[in-house]
């Protein structure tokens, strides 16, 4: 039997799965979500919460106080969608062409929505509530751009926590892990410029493709041989451009790199060894090498004790049977990494379903699935009102140790 959190908030569901529907319906860029973010506040401001706009261009933070607690939580949803054009031919497709909510972000806004007006309506919780709809996930990364915007110095929190679906994942399952959870991310542009030539004469130009085909190689090396087996590691060349014609040695070569980890030791291994190497390699070629190295997101790790509340009240919400307490990591990344650098807490994973038929997400086919509006309201709703239930501090401390089984 459903718990009556569920139940209750599946009596209201079909209102915020047209909302999601409406979302999806017009997706928007990051730093460009003008009508989403609008969207969300209007809802905020008629629910009865603080809303503060502008963060990072477009974010969007409702704040809601009750009681005297002195606890502060955060929630945070994404809420940019994707460069792809939809496929999925569903009634509430994307209708602006090249641009879809290819990774559910729709779906987190709503889920965090129908919560906010549970909460507002008939929470029970003591404290601070702060619901950040953070613009940008996908890119340029909008964490970093609210943190900088002062996003925890105007909204302090304790623990702030954030929740992404997952196809593979039955719906109605949820997933923790504490510690690495997902993997860094760094973007690396390697540019050779050695000199061009006739290909009937190479003995008279300096290959950069020769060269860049020695390096694509050569970083292969880097994981297998430098890095221990026990960790991960992941160097990828998801480009190498050079030349247009079969009988001209170019002049220049470019290799566009992703490099990821699940420890920060290795992150910093990998670019010193990626540097070093592609120089090396140059100078045995006789080509000139330029390394553009941008640390994007870091490895996002999961505080112990927010994890094992946030565990405890998906306990509670749906039982231990659907609740994996420690998945394996994710070489994805995400950028609330960058809010947990700043502040503890938890990423936590909602089951998409993992049934036949399903995609993943970033596919043009994918969708969120509705099932999950009322169950993720659900989760947030309970876990705030566990969170906020008295005013200590601490992470350590249980609220009530019986509505949070061990």
Same mark, same amino acid.
């Given at each position: 039997?459903?718990?009556? +959190?569920?139940?209750? +908030? ?50 969007v933070v409702g704040s809601?106080?009750?009681?005297? =607690? ?31 909510? $290819? ?38 990364? =909008? ?7 002062g996003l925890f110095e ?121 540097? $070093?190497? #592609? ?58 990494? #960058?809010? +947990? ?6 990423? +936590?994973?909602? =089951? ?12 043009? =086919? ?41």
């Amino acid at each position: 039997m459903s718990h009556p +959190l569920v139940r209750s +908030l599946q009596a209201h569901s079909e209102e915020f799965i047209a909302l999601r529907r409406d979302l999806h319906r017009h997706p928007e860029l990051g730093l460009h979500e003008v009508r989403t973010s609008q969207r969300i506040a209007e809802c905020l401001q008629s629910w009865g919460y603080e809303v503060h706009r502008g963060l990072a261009t477009t974010g969007v933070v409702g704040s809601l106080r009750r009681g005297a =607690g002195g606890r502060r939580l955060g929630l945070r949803a994404d809420m940019d969608a994707l460069p792809l054009q939809e496929t999925t031919g569903k009634a509430w497709a994307s209708a602006h062409h090249g641009v879809m909510h $290819a990774c559910g972000h729709d779906g987190h806004t709503a889920m965090l929505l129908a919560a906010a007006r549970y909460l507002a309506e008939e929470g029970v919780f003591s404290g601070t509530l702060h619901l950040i709809f953070q613009p940008a996930e996908e890119h340029p990364g =909008g964490a970093r751009l609210m943190i900088a915007d002062g996003l925890f110095e105007r909204f302090p929190c304790d623990a702030v926590f954030a929740m992404h679906n997952m196809p593979g994942i039955a719906q109605g399952r949820f997933a923790f892990r504490e510690g690495p959870m997902m993997a860094s991310s760094d973007d690396v542009v390697i540019t050779l410029e050695g000199v061009g030539g006739h290909g009937a004469m190479p003995h008279q130009a300096t290959d950069p493709i020769v060269a860049g085909a020695a390096i694509v190689s050569a970083l292969q090396s880097i994981v297998s041989r430098n890095v221990d087996p026990q960790h991960t590691a992941i160097v990828t060349v998801g480009a190498f451009n050079a030349g247009h014609a079969n009988n001209v040695i170019p002049q220049t070569a470019t290799l566009l790199v992703s490099v990821r980890a699940l420890d920060a030791a290795v992150r910093d291994l990998l670019e010193r060894r990626i540097r $070093a190497l #592609v120089k090396l390699q140059a100078d045995s070629f006789g080509v000139q090498a330029r390394v553009e190295y941008k640390r994007d997101y870091p490895v996002l790790v999961n505080d112990p004790a927010a994890t094992q509340v946030a565990r405890e009240a998906a306990f509670e919400l749906v039982g231990s049977e659907r609740v994996t307490a420690q998945c394996p990591p994710f070489t994805g990344s995400e950028d609330f990494a #960058v809010m +947990l650098e700043h502040c503890p807490g938890s990423y +936590l994973l909602i =089951g998409n379903g993992d049934g036949p038929g399903g995609c993943m997400v970033h596919n043009p =086919g994918y969708d969120f699935n509705d099932d999950n509006v009322a169950l993720g309201a659900a989760y947030w709703a309970l876990l705030a009102e566990r969170f906020l239930c008295d005013s200590t501090p601490s992470l350590e401390d249980s609220c009530d140790e019986q509505a949070l089984p061990a």
